[in-house]
């Protein structure tokens, strides 16, 4: 792990804050603190991503993986921190190269159908960065299109149809096609076999570990399915609260989770081979990210919760090679 | 109908009559529910559990009809009883829940006086009858802290939160059926574990059927006691979980159980199933599923009827574990 991480992010934050009422607009006019109550989505987070690596960001609905997926593929700031694209900051950069290094990272974003414009053909759709940004020419942008859809699976019929003339499975392809045509190195997937049922999550899945082959991409990807991270990720990070609370290699994250919360997590997932399953239940529901506990964000659903929990934050350390965990008790 | 049985469904079709042609969303569908029995009905999308459902309770808008079959309660035929009779029955003895708490949900009434209209809706209650009871299901379905629900207004709740107060609201009346669409679909798996894990204890405990429509195979293994496997509006297979999951007899489920994530090796291809582009009026004579079958035979065009062996119904004639 010597090698620079191709993207990476340190130390990032991100909040949300509400829009400034007319009274606190004054008040800070007047040089008063600021004192509006934000959602802090994002938490100092610092994670690291391989070339041809795929990370998976699991979480429960609401813990911040989607924000930090935009942020690590730039296309939201944080409020503070750095993302470094192979080891450079954006102000390392001049202007050209910051723009080539904003179409090495691609997002496919989490619903289909708001993210496709229902009225531009697939063709348009698909052709308008890279004619925009000058990687193809006029001249070879069809066969380029058509190049494109076939690498997604999907006849080049398709390119003169409309978004909601195609099934959820056809719209994710032209999602994937889309990110694919500016010739990223990375792509940063948002729930993106969410929506899908089994059938066509099997094929959405399979298209991205045979891409992953043909141009060697790297990928973050976000789920809360734990099942489908485990089948396509190398490393996995669990989210909770806008905190990574642990990171490891797949198997062993699964095998060993260290986080009380990692370990409550893989008690719920359903699995074909349990029958009449007795589930384990998480007692509580995840608190508001407008008021995060304080200490460990985990401590009021913790079996294992001390005193020192409540007041104290862990932080994220290596406990074996290549694993790291934030809990307490790892200090015993 | 055998006495054992609280629901039967029978030769059930609902179709659609649209200007392109007709769309059969739900094609002779029959099974049948014991009192207590959790039934999972799983299929891929657009192949009829949410019209299945909605046709039980009456609930099909033009321009779909039920154009043949019967849906027994009881014992009674509910197909074409007038809508005041069949209204007196839905919600009191069969309730549904869907994928949006928001379909069952008044936003703008507080809990409590949606939970006293609900009751009200079939019997005369005093209010404070109307509110142990409120309180009483609001505990059964796992919310802490019920008296202080009870004051709020849906947007105040969580989305899991929310779908529970819809359960809740669903098992006032102490229905007989409870048809679950999606119920926990758009929900984390932590609230999903925590609702499917009060269901059951509601079956349990109350005697209450539950029809659990979902596409998530895995749900359906840890929840129901039978499974109906539906593609193409038509129920291709069915049967006790541990038959139709271990021993699949249709190609279809086999298909769908083989691209599950946790049945493949790590990180390697999934199985999956042939894909097609579908138009929903052209289906294939004979078994719908036959241009996307591995194991197709000549026969395959013909129709096929329902098999059975030891209670285990499907409609393959070369099922992937031959028939003895
Ligand atoms: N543009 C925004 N303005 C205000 N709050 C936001 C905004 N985007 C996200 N949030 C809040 O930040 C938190 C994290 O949201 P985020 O979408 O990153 O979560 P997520 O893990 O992707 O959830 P899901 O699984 O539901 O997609 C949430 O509390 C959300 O309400
Ligand atoms: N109002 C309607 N007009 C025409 N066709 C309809 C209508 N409602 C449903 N259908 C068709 O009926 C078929 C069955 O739909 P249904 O909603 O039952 O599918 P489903 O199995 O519940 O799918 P999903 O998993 O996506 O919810 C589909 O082909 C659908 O297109
Ligand atoms: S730090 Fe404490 S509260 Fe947090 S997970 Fe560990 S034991 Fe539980
Ligand atoms: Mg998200
Ligand atoms: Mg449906």
């Known amino acids: 792990m010597t090698e620079t991480p191709i993207l990476e992010g340190r130390n990032l934050s991100k909040a949300f804050l509400p829009p400034r009422s007319l009274a606190q607009t004054i008040a800070r006019m007047l040089g008063a603190s600021e004192g509006r109550r934000g959602v802090h989505a994002v938490s100092d987070v610092s994670l690291a991503v391989q070339k041809g690596e795929v990370l998976g960001l699991v979480g429960e609905s609401g813990c911040g993986k989607s924000t930090l997926g935009r942020i690590l593929s730039g296309v939201l700031s944080p409020s503070s921190g750095q993302v470094r694209y192979r080891g450079q900051t954006t102000q390392d950069m001049n202007a050209a190269e910051r723009k080539a290094a904003a179409l090495k990272i691609q997002m496919i974003f989490q619903n289909p159908y708001a993210s496709l414009n229902p009225r531009i053909r697939v063709g348009n759709l698909i052709g308008e960065a890279p004619t925009v940004h000058g990687l193809i020419d006029r001249s070879e942008r069809d066969d380029f299109l058509s190049e494109i859809l076939q690498r997604v699976g999907l006849d080049p019929s398709y390119l003169d149809r409309f978004p909601h003339q195609l099934s959820g499975g056809q719209r994710q392809r032209i999602g994937i096609a889309r990110a694919l045509a500016v010739d990223p190195e990375v792509l940063v997937c948002d729930e993106s076999v969410a929506a899908l049922d089994v059938s066509s999550q099997a094929q959405i899945l399979n298209l991205f570990m045979r891409l992953r082959e043909e141009l060697q991409l790297t990928y973050v990807f976000i789920s809360h399915d734990l099942g489908v991270v485990y089948h396509v990720s190398d490393r996995v990070a669990i989210v909770y609260l806008g905190r990574v609370v642990e990171i490891a290699p797949t198997v062993e994250l699964y095998g060993e989770p260290n986080h009380p919360y990692t370990r409550a997590l893989l008690g719920q997932v359903t699995r074909l081979h349990d029958r009449r399953q007795k589930y384990t239940v998480i007692k509580g529901e995840m608190p508001s990210p407008l008021s995060p506990p304080t200490g460990c964000h985990f401590h009021p659903r913790c079996p294992m919760a001390m005193p020192r929990c409540k007041t104290e934050t862990p932080v994220l350390r290596e406990i074996g090679p290549g694993h790291l965990s934030s809990c307490h008790l790892n200090d015993q | ?324």
Request: neutral net charge.
């Open chain 2, 1 to 324: 109908m055998r006495a054992e049985n609280i629901l039967e469904v029978d030769g059930l079709q609902t179709w659609f009559h649209t200007r392109k042609g007709v769309i059969k969303a739900v094609d002779s569908v029959s099974f049948s529910l014991r009192p207590g029995e959790i039934l999972g009905l799983v299929g891929e999308s657009g192949s009829g559990k949410s019209i299945t459902g909605l046709s039980i309770l009456g609930l099909i808008d033009p321009p779909g009809r039920i154009v043949s079959g019967e849906v027994r309660y009881k014992g009674r035929n509910l197909v074409g009883l007038p809508e005041p009779e069949i209204r007196a029955i839905r919600g009191r003895n069969i309730a549904m829940i869907f994928q949006d708490p928001m379909m069952t949900l008044n936003p703008v009434l507080r809990i409590d006086t949606q939970m006293r209209w609900a009751l009200a809706a079939h019997e005369q209650v005093d209010k404070n009858a109307a509110r142990a009871r409120s309180l009483e299901v609001l505990r059964l379905v796992g919310i802490a802290a019920p008296e202080e629900r009870l004051g709020s207004y849906p947007h105040e709740l969580s989305g899991g939160m929310r779908q529970r107060i819809a359960i809740a609201i669903a098992m006032l009346n102490k229905p007989d059926i409870l048809i679950a669409d999606e119920a926990t679909t758009a929900l984390d798996v932590t609230i999903q574990a925590q609702i499917l894990s009060e269901m059951q204890n509601l079956c349990a405990a109350t005697g209450t059927a539950l029809i659990w429509i979902t596409h998530d195979l895995s749900v359906v293994a840890g929840l129901a006691d039978r499974v109906c496997v539906m593609y193409a509006g038509r129920i291709v297979e069915q049967g006790l979980v541990d038959d139709v999951l271990d021993r699949p007899m249709h190609h279809y489920t086999e298909g769908l159980i083989g691209s599950v994530p946790s049945m493949n090796a790590r990180g390697k291809p999934l199985k999956q199933i042939a894909e097609i582009t579908r138009s929903l009026f052209d289906l294939p004579s004979g078994c719908a599923f036959r241009n996307r079958c591995p194991k197709v035979i000549a026969g395959c065009s013909e129709p096929i009827p329902v098999l059975e062996r030891n209670g285990h119904q499907f409609r393959c004639i070369n099922p992937p574990v031959p028939a003895p």
